[in-house]
């Protein structure tokens, strides 16, 4: 899979590519709606990759899952992913970055066994959200907020302590890694994302979706919340096996300070996977609307 800007008629496209050229839903593995994808020639347009999700297909509960690779695989041979809350680390050896050509055998990794002092084991192993590759290391989050980061040696080092309790810590939670502009920020995404049957989905996100951003200050190994407008117009996107950033300077009429998230509507017998968009500026969510869908591609 690989997520790609695509340029054409003097405006930029969002779209998701799979091995065969064939578009799928840009933020969920599912189907999406898209019964039969289309094939798209990106030698038409000036195309730039964005972000290159990979999934591992488990044969535990016959579902798909977040993948960290390294990019580096003749050093640092490793993929990393959390399932569960609890991480799971992979070794292979051999050339090539195609995950599915290759049987990773997965082990429980536990950030907090390590003889780093300030890794402090006060968390459980199943209590983390997310992992991502970030500047040569596997970086998890847990449900805390605390980064622990593990590099080619294979030993973890704490890079982040825990974010501030916040106003919603009563309402569900999901933390989410996103690398933007060479920086490391946290996305914690409050309240589910799940419409059930005869309920208004525009009342629901607006009610129920909240987000937060944090800033990773490394030298105090802190959280830094951010506002909309420290985001700079970027255009931050949070899906099921990937989270990246783009500009929202290349999608005129689409405002940027945004944050773009998947979420599931219960509708006749069928979970569909729609995309909502959350405003940092004002707070709040509301269903993607088709004048500001990046990802549709040009006729």
């Known amino acids: 899979m690989t997520m790609m800007l695509m340029k054409?008629?003097?405006?930029?496209?969002?779209?998701?590519?799979?091995?065969?050229q064939k578009l799928r839903p840009p933020l969920s593995w599912s189907n999406g709606g898209l019964e039969k994808p289309r094939v798209i020639n990106t030698v038409d347009f000036g195309v730039l990759?964005?972000?290159?999700?990979?999934?591992?297909?488990?044969?535990?509960?016959?579902?798909?899952?977040?993948?960290?690779l390294s990019l580096n695989l003749d050093v640092f041979p490793a993929v990393m992913l959390v399932r569960d809350g609890v991480l799971y680390l992979g070794k292979w050896s051999g050339g090539g970055v195609d995950?599915?050509?290759?049987?990773?055998?997965?082990?429980?990794?536990?950030?907090?066994d390590d003889d780093?002092?300030?890794c402090s084991k006060t968390i459980k192993a199943n209590d983390y959200d997310?992992?991502?590759?970030?500047?040569?290391?596997?970086?998890?989050?847990?449900?805390?907020?605390?980064?622990?980061?593990?590099?080619?040696?294979?030993?973890?080092?704490?890079i982040a302590f825990p974010v501030s309790t916040s106003m919603w810590w009563k309402k569900e939670k999901k933390k989410n890694l996103v690398e933007s502009l060479g920086e490391l920020l946290l996305v914690e995404r409050h309240g589910s994302t799940f419409v059930a049957k005869h309920c208004s989905v525009e009342d629901m996100l607006k009610t129920e979706v909240k987000f937060k951003v944090y800033k990773l200050d490394g030298v105090r190994k802190q959280w830094v919340e951010m506002k909309g407008?420290?985001?700079?117009?970027?255009?931050?996107?949070v899906g099921e096996d990937c989270c990246f950033s783009v500009s929202a300077r290349d999608f005129p009429g689409c405002q940027g300070n945004?944050?773009?998230?998947?979420?599931?509507?219960?509708?006749?017998?069928?979970?569909?996977s729609r995309i909502g968009v959350f405003n940092l500026d004002v707070g709040r969510a509301s269903p993607l609307e088709a004048s500001a869908n990046i990802f549709l591609p040009p006729p």
């Open 130 to 158: 997310d992992v991502i590759f970030y500047h040569g290391k596997f970086c998890s989050v847990s449900q805390s907020g605390k980064v622990a980061a593990m590099d080619s040696s294979f030993k973890w080092k704490v």
């Open 8 to 20: 054409g008629n003097g405006r930029g496209w969002l779209i998701r590519l799979d091995a065969e």
């Open 229 to 237: 407008s420290d985001l700079d117009d970027r255009i931050l996107f």
């Open 116 to 118: 780093d002092p300030s």
């Open 49 to 68: 990759e964005v972000a290159k999700p990979y999934l591992l297909a488990s044969n535990y509960d016959k579902n798909y899952h977040k993948l960290a």
């Open 99 to 112: 995950v599915k050509e290759y049987s990773v055998q997965l082990s429980p990794s536990n950030p907090d």
């Open 258 to 272: 945004c944050i773009y998230f998947s979420y599931e509507v219960w509708g006749k017998n069928v979970i569909s």
